[in-house]
Nanobody
Framework: QVQVAESGGGSVKAGESLSLSCTDS????????MAWFRQTPGKGRERVVGVFTPSHIRGRSFYSDSVKGRFTVSLENAKNTMHLQMDNLLPEDTGTYICATGRYCNNGYPAESSDTSWGQGTQVTVSS
């Protein structure tokens, strides 16, 4: 059974940095894209960044406008492991960050599909 596990997160002040990691324990061939979503009570689940994993387009990423220039996603070679470096954090970045991996993708984000796997999420809190 595929498991997606996140690590990292925590509480910081505005302007500081955090990093998150996500690992999919399933076969590398199953995963075509990986993504971070952010869930908050007021906005629900929103996209943060999605990235393709196949070798010919590996690393091609799509950021939400709200994090462009501040967040950087990276992939480890030959693994279903993704890192997210979050710099210059803002209070509005607060939320539960959830990793998703998928076989089917829309613009780098896993599609709504039974082949998409989700992590439990990790909390990021940014105070002003």
């Amino acid at each position: 059974q595929v498991q997606v596990a996140e690590s990292g997160g925590g509480s910081v002040k505005a302007g500081e940095s955090l990093s998150l990691s996500c690992t999919d324990s399933g076969p590398q061939s199953r995963v075509q894209c990986m993504a971070w979503f952010r869930q908050t009570p007021g906005k629900g689940r929103e996209r943060v960044v999605g990235v393709f994993t196949p070798s010919h387009i590996r690393g091609r990423s799509f950021y939400s406008d709200s994090v462009k220039g501040r967040f950087t996603v990276s992939l480890e070679n030959a693994k279903n492991t993704m890192h997210l470096q979050m710099d210059n954090l803002l209070p509005e970045d607060t939320g539960t960050y959830i990793c998703a991996t998928g076989r089917y993708c829309n613009n780098g984000y896993p599609a709504e599909s039974s082949d998409t796997s989700w992590g439990q999420g990790t909390q990021v809190t940014v105070s002003s």
